[in-house]
T-cell receptor, first 116, second 114 residues
Framework: ETGVTQTPRHLVMGMTNKKSLKCEQHLGHNAMYWYKQSAKKPLELMFVYSLEERVENNSVPSRFSPECPNSSHLFLHLHTLQPEDSALYLC???????????????FGPGTRLTVL | AQSVTQLDSQVPVFEEAPVELRCNYSSSVSVYLFWYVQYPNQGLQLLLKYLSGSTLVKGINGFEAEFNKSQTSFHLRKPSVHISDTAEYFCAVSEQTGANNLFFGTGTRLTVIP
């Protein structure tokens, strides 16, 4: 595997289910992101992790719970979601957040989530 | 805070015709500028970026963009499009200092007509 991978690619769940999205980067990067992509809206940054520590949480409801066990893996645990949470969830990684030099973000293919 | 406006949600264009996708931004600080492309069922891929230097930036697949600071614009252009260019295109900005966060526009759906 190369780049950023995400599993599953598609997920359908009920409002009372618990599920998890997984992201893995094979690039040796130190920072990872979760984004939500809804139709007709800009990509929304949800969480940012740097060296396995959460550095940003953009007012995301607590029914979304991120976890970063190491610099290569990022999870998004889902619980008691609402139909409006249906969207494409994208993971991205970047070499480092340290310093002022810009580092490109590399995106995974996303998980298409449908909440019934 | 930064914001990005992509006024055209959909742009149909005939194959081999030129295309321009518009992007305007607002920010109180200096920014970096980007264009990403998203093909069906895929993640975002970087097309090109402006960090500093020449305001005309060339990217992959024959695309280019010009940074215009006075008009706060970063329009994307291609002189002759192909069917394979059909995709969603996103403009994004990032502050030159501070976090590496990207702020995206709502996207422009480019459809190339045979």
């Amino acid at each position: 595997e190369t780049g950023v991978t995400q599993t599953p690619r598609h997920l359908v769940m009920g409002m009372t289910n618990k599920k998890s999205l997984k992201c893995e980067q094979h690039l040796g990067h130190n920072a990872m992101y979760w984004y939500k992509q809804s139709a007709k809206k800009p990509l929304e940054l949800m969480f940012v992790y740097s060296l396995e520590e959460r550095v940003e949480n953009n007012s995301v409801p607590s029914r979304f719970s991120p976890e970063c066990p190491n610099s290569s893996h990022l999870f998004l645990h889902l619980h008691t979601l609402q139909p409006e949470d249906s969207a494409l969830y994208l993971c991205a990684s970047t070499p480092s957040l340290v310093g002022t030099r810009y580092n490109e973000q590399f995106f995974g293919p996303g998980t298409r989530l449908t909440v019934l | 805070a930064q914001s990005v406006t992509q006024l055209d949600s959909q742009v149909p264009v005939f194959e081999e015709a030129p295309v321009e996708l518009r992007c305007n931004y607002s920010s109180s600080v200096s920014v970096y500028l980007f264009w990403y492309v998203q093909y069906p069922n895929q993640g975002l891929q970087l097309l090109l970026k402006y960090l500093s230097g020449s305001t005309l930036v060339k990217g992959i697949n024959g695309f280019e963009a010009e940074f215009n600071k006075s008009q706060t614009s970063f329009h994307l252009r291609k002189p002759s499009v192909h069917i394979s260019d059909t995709a969603e295109y996103f403009c994004a900005v990032s502050e030159q200092t501070g976090a590496n966060n990207l702020f995206f526009g709502t996207g422009t759906r480019l459809t190339v007509i045979p």
